[in-house]
């Protein structure tokens, strides 16, 4: 935290004496000399003795000549001093280690007082902490690019590799596939709209707490709306398998995400603060719909499953910086929301499954009405199926154990995926692939991996950071300010509040029964208001489907209105509430969670 702070001014002793409670108490080197420590937490003789200096130039003490200590260190020695030398002579070293504790404790005095703000809450630069080993910097690093002014170096580096990546990847692809890939080409469009959304997300996540996706999506917007992208019908159906491939990643996230333990022992309360609310704000939302934005049943539901989901890109990072301060750990609430988020999703993603399949589906209606609950059963039984069969298939002492599990779950989600859409059980892919994970998952923890070091979930995380600025950035550019309707933005917009409003209340109705408190309750019907990732992988895929009805005419105008419409309140949802959703769970979390004193146990995966 004292790294944060842009100046230094001079203290009067007094002052410190007089915010300092605990001036026998160990203090903790924070800031500018922690870079000299070998872990986050032991610290060496000279971060001691470059801190230590700092400390005396802050207080006003210098050391003495011929061994005299001046009127203002002997100030400092009474009463305030705890020095056992109650003289002025003498007691030097004393008097500087009793200023450096006086200034330790002032330090977090100021981060108590900075902490409640609500400017201190919404800026990343304060919440930022090192990992378990110090970033490493070259010669000079801080002269080129001092602090705060510039990132460190870790994080330069992590950039500049992710940007070497793409633009390397790009001129191999250029080479191969000629045109396409050229400067003006549609390749070249895609790679230039992913490499801007993911700079935009990344600035406003260094920036604010607001997570990522939100710039990534803006840029998007930016992008379509000056002109940049202009996705003719090939790349229109890249832009579609893009969105089928960040689909089964985030599913698969999401199962690795939920915590058999937890599951098992938050069962009964996971299951109704998650399909209560979100049959709740299904119907709710298809309804209104229905009746405000003149849908069809058909559409209306399609777009009601689509809302009803909660984002946990948003819900995550929120709840670990929350987590790792030690607010809620105690009853294990970032973990029953994080569970509740990914039983959340399966509803979603398998109730969007099951009406687009009888919307699109050329079947007849008894089979139809069979396919439904096929989907879900079928679904989930291969999801089971195959998790149980990566539990022998690689050997566990295999070598290349973790990549062939990686490679196995990736390309069995796709094939879960797609292989559904193919033979028009749409609802049923989702499910397995959520199951898989989890089924997965269970199995290897219970061979000895730990759940919050799991290299597979590691993984895909970095295949999410390729795929979530392709996300958001292709489903920005589907919007087109300027052929908005108002009537269409002020009731979407009207609707999404109040369905994001009363669901909230309602989940923290469905708390009853629980061990959670009222302001645990209440913050737990506040943490599910944000959406984003469903949204932006299949608010889309109505319209993609309707393009495929064209024929010599295309496809009719009517249903072309309709996907529209639903791509429109999608993003609405995620420009509305992923922001407010970040904010509220930032803002609400110190205020109404209980701060445990004892170091966290960390319940579930810590990445996000």
């Not at 022998?392 to 154990?401: I, S």
């Not at 859409?421 to 989890?438: C, H, K, R, S, T």
């Not at 992923?578 to 205020?591: D, N």
Request: charged share 15%; glycine share 8%.
């Amino acid at each position: 935290m004292s790294r944060g702070i842009s100046h230094e001014p001079t203290i009067d002793t007094t002052e410190l004496t007089r915010y300092c409670l605990c001036a026998d108490q160990p203090a903790h080197i924070e800031g500018r000399y922690k870079k000299y420590s070998t872990t986050s937490s032991i610290y060496s003789k000279k971060a001691l003795s470059q801190h230590t200096d700092h400390i005396e130039s802050l207080v006003n003490i210098r050391k003495p000549a011929h061994s005299v200590v001046p009127r203002s260190a002997g100030a400092l020695t009474a009463p305030s001093c705890r020095c056992r030398s109650r003289s002025a002579i003498g007691c030097r070293c004393a008097h500087y280690l009793c200023a450096y504790r006086l200034h330790a404790c002032y330090i977090n005095r100021v981060e108590k007082v900075l902490e409640g703000s609500w400017w201190y809450a919404c800026c990343a630069k304060c919440h930022q902490e090192d990992s378990g080993v110090p970033s490493w910097e070259p010669p000079n690093w801080q002269k080129i690019c001092p602090y705060p002014l510039c990132p460190s170096y870790r994080q330069f580096a992590q950039n500049l590799s992710v940007f070497l990546i793409g633009i390397l990847t790009w001129i191999t692809v250029w080479v191969v596939l000629g045109d396409t890939a050229a400067p003006g080409g549609q390749m070249f469009t895609l790679v230039v709209l992913t490499l801007a959304a993911y700079f935009g997300g990344w600035l406003l996540m260094k920036t604010t707490t607001l997570p990522a996706l939100i710039g990534m999506l803006i840029v998007g917007i930016i992008l379509k709306n000056v002109g940049f992208v202009n996705f003719d019908e090939t790349y229109q159906r890249v832009a579609s398998y893009i969105r089928k491939i960040a689909l089964t990643i985030i599913l698969t996230r999401a199962g690795l995400d939920l915590e058999p333990q937890a599951m098992k022992k938050y069962f009964v309360t996971v299951i109704k603060l998650a399909l209560v609310p979100w049959t709740y704000e299904f119907l709710l939302s298809s309804v209104m719909g229905y009746f405000l934005l003149g849908l069809p049943w058909s559409w209306a539901l399609l777009m009601g499953s689509i809302i009803a989901a909660v984002s946990p890109a948003v819900i995550v990072p929120c709840l670990f910086r929350l987590r790792s301060k030690g607010y809620g750990v105690a009853k294990g609430i970032p973990t029953l929301v994080l569970a509740v988020s990914g039983v959340d999703d399966a509803a979603s993603v398998a109730v969007f499954g099951i009406v687009s399949s009888l919307m699109f589906a050329p079947s007849s209606m008894t089979m139809n009405i069979i396919q439904g609950p096929a989907s879900i059963i079928g679904g989930i039984a291969f999801g089971v199926v195959c998790g149980y069969l990566l539990k022998y298939v690689p050997e566990r002492n295999d070598a290349f154990m973790v990549p062939l599990r990686v490679l196995l779950l990736l390309v069995g989600g796709l094939f879960a995926v797609l292989g559904s859409e193919e033979i028009g059980w749409g609802g049923a892919g989702p499910l397995a692939v959520i199951a898989f994970a989890f089924v997965a998952c269970k199995n290897w923890t219970e061979q000895g991996w730990e759940l919050e070091d799991n290299p597979v979930a590691t993984a895909f995380e970095i295949f999410w950071m390729f795929f979530e600025p392709m996300l958001f950035s292709v489903t920005g550019a589907q919007v087109v300010i300027k052929d908005l309707e108002p009537h269409l933005v002020l009731v979407g917009g009207g609707i999404l509040i109040a369905c994001v409003i009363s669901r909230a209340m309602l989940t923290s109705a469905c708390a009853v029964r629980s061990n959670l408190n009222t302001k645990e309750k209440v913050f737990v019907g506040l943490a599910w208001m944000a959406k984003a990732t469903v949204q932006a992988a299949l608010g889309p895929v109505a319209l993609d489907e309707v393009r495929k009805m064209g024929g010599e005419d295309g496809p009719p105008s009517e249903l072309l209105q309709y996907a529209e419409t639903v791509i429109t309140v999608c993003i609405m949802s995620i420009v509305i509430t992923a922001p407010l959703g970040a904010i509220v769970i930032t803002l609400t979390g110190p205020r109404l969670l209980t701060k445990t004193t004892k170091p966290p146990v960390l319940e579930g995966k810590s990445k996000s």
